[in-house]
């Protein structure tokens, strides 16, 4: 997370304000709820997990063993049974 500088950004009147309430200290103003992004959206990370879980779903279908999908993907049976069994949306 980077800083910026409020007086770079907000007019003198409502840092003014702010200032009746909290002076020289850091503080966090969040996004607002519509701008949120779920996790991995920008980075990409989201897509990749998806797309391996999509073949996981695939092997596991076609008869692959959970065990096995587990060793090969590196992770637990819990995180397999997760994701072979979780419902479509």
Known sequence: MTYVKATNVLPEELISEIQKYIQGETIYIPKPQKAK?????????RKLIDERNER??????????IEEL???YFLSTETIKKIVYKKQR
Do not use: L
Request: charged share 30%; net charge positive.
């Open 37 to 45: 992004r779920k996790w991995g959206t920008c980075s990409g990370g």
């Open 70 to 72: 587990a060793r090969e």
């Open 56 to 65: 996981i779903k695939n092997f596991f279908e076609k008869g692959t063993s």
